[in-house]
């Protein structure tokens, strides 16, 4: 799970500080205010990690990739490309380490006595030189441990230079003088003598985190009348949902019905729905269409035609029951087309799958209905406060600026600030100010 992040000189954030990421984490805020560059961040270390081109050191993608942000100039703070822009992880070296000892045998206990707390950062510094986004410098640390790759030119002759230190003695990484690394690939394997005379070997991959990270964004894609399967197993259900339905399906063909019966049981208990049914057209068909009954007594009918908040809150229900336990999922307005209460009830799921399939839910979102519901389960001691951290994202000047809500036992929000949600109470008080008026001049 990731742990925490930082980036400097990303667009509107000169430098945000290390942000803590808990289970559940929410960035709230006003439209322009750098809550999407957030998640973009991590978007785009991943996109860049599954290109595959090792000339590639930053993608900063195209039409059909998970963001696009067009140029160097683009990202960089003030558009300024003189400008290094920085970005750094860390996560619980737990979820992505794969142990062994020399006779095969796995020793999860020692290997995890490498790492000081269990964690590992990664960090990265961009600059754009001639043209291209390149890989300034990076580096793999745990505490006071740490390997470090560097970039040199002199005058167009490119090198890389490696210092380790501690643990990271046995980092190996490939230095190709003149060719752009594959630092997502680079490895970490670390050799410890044990009193056996054996050794334990760690190899953990940037790569590793970043594939277990998936996101869904807030524009998704409209229902369907009918469905067309090919046969696939999607490792998520897409960034607009698209493959939501190819998810439920493959998970039917292997006769687990556990995920369209978790579905079903959310939209009912939301009151959405009575039932919900993924089912072919005829015996033998690739054609599929999604039933629903409003109620118990209610006729049938296709997901087409009943409200369009089911079908933008079905992508999030299937996504969070279908990407392996221990994935991270990042969300653009989860809440978008739902009623307050569905949007409340968002909450309830976030806290079930933390819990049960220990999944990390990383949200960009404007519902004060989902925060209120989070409010209040840690209030009821449903949820512990430790697992959310929450934020408010504000522009100060030119850039933007976060501001961790402090939550406490009882899930008061001790510097609620201002405006969070527009100015409810003073349009309250201009209504009452304004029927005083009225009454006052027409009695």
């Known amino acids: 799970m990731l742990r925490s992040m930082r980036m400097k000189n990303f667009k509107s954030w000169a430098d945000t500080g290390d942000i803590r990421l808990a289970p559940i984490t929410g960035f709230y805020g006003a439209n322009s205010s750098g809550k ?21 050191d930053l ?26 822009v920085e970005f750094a992880l860390t996560w619980d070296e737990e979820y992505l380490a794969y142990y062994y000892v020399l006779d095969g045998e796995e020793d999860k206990e020692v290997a995890q006595n490498i790492f000081a707390e269990g964690r590992l950062s990664f960090t990265c510094q961009f600059l754009e030189t001639d043209g291209q986004i390149v890989a300034d410098w990076f580096e793999y640390a745990t505490g006071e441990d740490y390997a470090r790759v560097e970039r040199h030119d002199y005058d167009g002759d490119v090198s890389r230079s490696m210092t380790t230190r501690g643990k990271f003695s046995e980092f190996h990484f490939s230095i190709d003088h003149g060719r752009t690394p594959d630092y997502w690939q680079a490895a970490v394997e670390i050799d410890l003598t044990r009193p056996s005379s054996e050794y334990v070997h760690l190899r ?27 046969g696939d197993k999607p490792s998520d ?35 959405l729905i009575h039932s919900f049914s993924l089912r072919p057209l005829a015996p033998g068909r690739r054609d599929y269409e999604i039933v629903v009954k409003k109620t118990p007594d209610s006729a049938e009918v296709l ?54 399939r220990k999944l ?16 209040r389960r840690i209030a009821e001691e449903v949820l512990d406060q430790d697992d959310t951290a929450l934020y408010f994202c504000e522009v100060q000047g030119e850039e933007s600026k976060l501001k961790p809500l ?27 100010q304004a029927e005083m008026r009225r009454r006052m001049a027409n009695p």
């Not at 409209?222 to 469905?227: A, D, I, K, N």
């Not at 995920?259 to 208990?269: F, T």
């Not at 299937?318 to 990407?323: A, G």
């Not at 899930?411 to 405006?419: E, H, M, Q, S, T």
Request: net charge negative; glycine share 8%.
């Open 36 to 56: 999407t560059s957030l998640l973009q961040m991590l978007l785009l270390m991943k996109q860049t990690s599954t290109l595959n081109d090792p000339q590639t």
């Open 59 to 84: 993608y900063l993608g195209n039409a059909d990739s998970l963001v696009n942000l067009g140029t160097f100039h683009s990202i960089a703070h003030k558009h300024d490309v003189n400008v290094e």
């Open 204 to 230: 953990t991959f940037l790569r590793d985190q970043l594939a277990q990270t998936v996101y869904l964004g807030p524009l998704r894609a409209t229902p369907q009348r009918v469905y067309v399967w090919g």
């Open 237 to 271: 259900v897409g960034k607009t949902g698209e493959r939501m339905i190819s998810a439920l399906l493959s998970e039917q063909a292997q006769g687990k019905s556990g995920l369209e019966q978790k579905v079903a049981e959310w939209l009912k208990k939301m009151g």
């Open 303 to 356: 997901i087409t035609d009943i409200g369009f908040g089911v079908s933008q809150l079905l992508p999030v229900l299937v996504l969070c029951y279908y990407v392996p336990e221990g994935s991270t999922l990042i969300l653009e307005q989860p809440e978008i087309h739902l009623h307050p209460s569905v949007q409340a009830d968002l909450a309830d799921v976030f806290i079930d799958v933390i819990k049960t």
């Open 360 to 375: 990390q839910i990383i949200f960009e979102s404007h519902s004060e209905y989902l925060l209120h519901r989070l409010q």
């Open 406 to 432: 402090e939550l406490d036992e009882y899930g008061n929000i001790a510097n609620w600030p201002k405006d969070f949600f527009g100015d409810t109470t003073g349009d309250l008080v201009a209504m009452t």
